[in-house]
């Protein structure tokens, strides 16, 4: 049953083929993109005849381009990992389409000036370069970054769409699309306290802070809901009756070469690749920058950028 859209003023845009169709923006990309075949026929059938009916056509003729301002998106991080491997993946295959490319620029890899910090440094090289749009990468979601107050007054206030990517503890005062953090730490937890077993919350690298601070924010979700829990290395023995629960699929795999994996194993972490049972939440960032760079084509097309949009984890039940 398909949802009544709002007042059409333009051209037809994604988020209106969503709510016409009752679909999730995610779902709607996917459908009209270089890989219609992730999404299952039926809704594939239906948002393409939505779609026709509305004349919608990819915006190949971006107002930034127009103007002059480049064919590049900048992707800004503090350091090129497994997630924003990912998060480029999904980024690089919704922008090229539209003619754009991502430009990874990592922060601290770019000469400064006396008496400037490496995120300004980086920052101002990225306005030098003349980018269409700017994708941050927040490194943690726990704290934000000493680098947004730079990034918010020399690209955001200039009138540059730029958009935050991950999670943010508080208001960043720019347009955020994150994970849904809090929704994954709850899945996990719900599954575990179903067998009435304790968390062993497994950390591959705690001086890492993303996954020391997602792995925080497990024990404090199980504390809310009153399910025991204690911390475990990979390295260490796991007691009976507890169930593991991992920052990362590599965390998970790790512990489990040490022995049979029983059934109940959870990962957080690449829910499709993860071979043990029990229940695996996988955050999809390859999707938040699938959906990251479509919000950034459409506020290139003129529209604005929605201050919060949150991509729910996938997860799957293995036996």
């Known amino acids: 049953m398909s949802r009544p859209g709002r007042p059409r003023t333009g ?3 994604l988020r209106e083929i969503a709510e016409r169709t009752g679909y999730g923006l995610m779902t709607v990309s996917r459908a009209l993109g270089p890989d219609p075949e992730a999404v ?14 509305l004349n919608y056509r990819p915006n190949l003729n971006i107002r930034a381009l127009r103007r002059g301002s480049g064919t590049l998106v900048g992707l800004l991080c503090e350091r090129f990992d497994a997630r924003v491997h990912d998060l480029l993946i999904g980024l690089h295959d919704v922008l090229v389409p539209q003619g754009l490319l991502p430009c990874l620029m990592v922060i601290g890899h770019h000469p400064a000036r006396p008496g400037m910090d490496p995120g300004t440094a980086t920052i101002h090289h990225l306005v030098e370069r003349r980018m269409a749009a700017v994708l941050a990468v927040l490194p943690r979601p726990d704290a934000l970054p000493d680098w947004l107050p730079a990034l918010r007054r020399e690209v955001h206030d200039r009138g540059l769409p730029t958009l935050l990517a991950g999670a943010a503890p508080q208001q960043a005062d720019l347009p955020l699309v994150r994970s849904d953090l809090p929704t994954a730490a709850g899945l996990l937890v719900e599954h575990a306290a179903a067998q009435g077993s304790r968390l062993a919350v497994v950390d591959e690298n705690p001086g890492d802070p993303w996954t020391t601070a997602l792995a925080g924010l497990i024990t404090a979700t199980a504390t809310e809901r009153g399910v025991s829990w204690f911390r475990l290395l990979p390295d260490q023995d796991l007691p009976d009756h507890a169930v593991p629960v991992a920052t990362s699929t590599a965390a998970l795999l790790a512990l489990a070469g040490q022995r049979t994996p029983p059934a109940g194993w959870i990962s957080s972490g690449d829910a499709s690749t993860c071979p043990l049972a ?3 939440v996988d955050l999809a960032d390859r999707d938040l920058g699938t959906l990251a760079g479509q919000l950034l084509i459409e506020a290139l097309a003129g529209r604005p950028l929605p201050a919060c949009t949150d991509l729910p984890p996938r997860h799957r039940r293995a036996t």
């Open 40 to 53: 299952t026929a039926d809704k594939r059938l239906r948002i393409q005849a939505v779609a026709a009916e």
């Open 11 to 13: 051209a037809p845009t």
């Open 278 to 280: 029990g229940l695996a």
